[in-house]
T-cell receptor, first 116, second 112 residues
Framework: NAGVTQTPKFQVLKTGQSMTLQCAQDMNHNSMYWYRQDPGMGLRLIYYSASEGTTDKGEVPNGYNVSRLNKREFSLRLESAAPSQTSVYFC???????????????FGPGTRLTVL | AQSVTQLDSHVSVSEGTPVLLRCNYSSSYSPSLFWYVQHPNKGLQLLLKYTSAATLVKGINGFEAEFKKSETSFHLTKPSAHMSDAAEYFCVVSDLKGKLIFGQGTELSVKP
């Protein structure tokens, strides 16, 4: 039982390049989330998926797209990377999602992305 | 809208002394509150959560937090710090749709 896994662990891009961050969970969770972490700002929600087949914008969605490929996998795509997207990206999953505000989220180890 | 404020960006304690990490929240309804810990270069791990049951919540590794509605606070405490407690701690509130809203984080340093 690996929990939440993310690939890659590290990535360096040039401005304008594209890439996809991969996330998978093996806990049969319904909801999945993408966050970015910047110094002094905590974690901010980029996109989330309350259930398979649905996605919604979070606090900072500009410059990103997501795909909920199936119940296990939730990918984050940067179509044209910018230096402002240099950050640490975390994927998380939760059992219930949606209106269940007591749901605990379980986090992956993160991807450190640098955009030059 | 829900929000959290962590009152200290950095706290330093000596090993064996008490830990207090302060968090105030703002919510228009009875919130769900969490504390997560992040060790260097690691993901986040849930320490404890409050979901309107007992106001004193016990978590892992000897941590606990008390929900005080009158003070809109959810401070994290531990009686005796260990070196392994050095990490960043996040106070988090959940909105009605189950989305998490994070505080800015408090870095805890533990001196030998």
């Amino acid at each position: 039982n690996a929990g939440v896994t993310q690939t890659p662990k590290f990535q360096v891009l040039k401005t304008g390049q594209s890439m996809t961050l991969q996330c998978a969970q093996d806990m049969n969770h319904n909801s999945m989330y993408w966050y970015r972490q910047d110094p002094g700002m905590g974690l901010r929600l980029i996109y989330y998926s309350a259930s398979e087949g649905t996605t919604d914008k979070g606090e900072v969605p500009n410059g990103y797209n997501v795909s909920r490929l199936n119940k296990r996998e939730f990918s984050l795509r940067l179509e044209s990377a910018a230096p402002s997207q240099t950050s640490v990206y975390f994927c998380a999953s939760g059992l219930a999602g949606g209106l269940f505000s007591t749901d605990t989220q379980y986090f992956g180890p993160g991807t450190r992305l640098t955009v030059l | 809208a829900q929000s959290v404020t962590q009152l200290d960006s950095h706290v330093s304690v000596s090993e064996g002394t008490p830990v207090l990490l302060r968090c105030n929240y703002s919510s228009s309804y009875s919130p769900s509150l969490f504390w997560y810990v992040q060790h260097p270069n690691k993901g986040l791990q849930l320490l404890l959560k409050y979901t309107s049951a007992a106001t004193l919540v016990k978590g892992i590794n000897g941590f606990e937090a008390e929900f005080k509605k009158s003070e809109t606070s959810f401070h994290l405490t531990k009686p005796s710090a260990h070196m392994s407690d050095a990490a960043e701690y996040f106070c988090v509130v959940s909105d009605l749709k189950g989305k998490l809203i994070f505080g800015q984080g408090t870095e805890l340093s533990v001196k030998p």
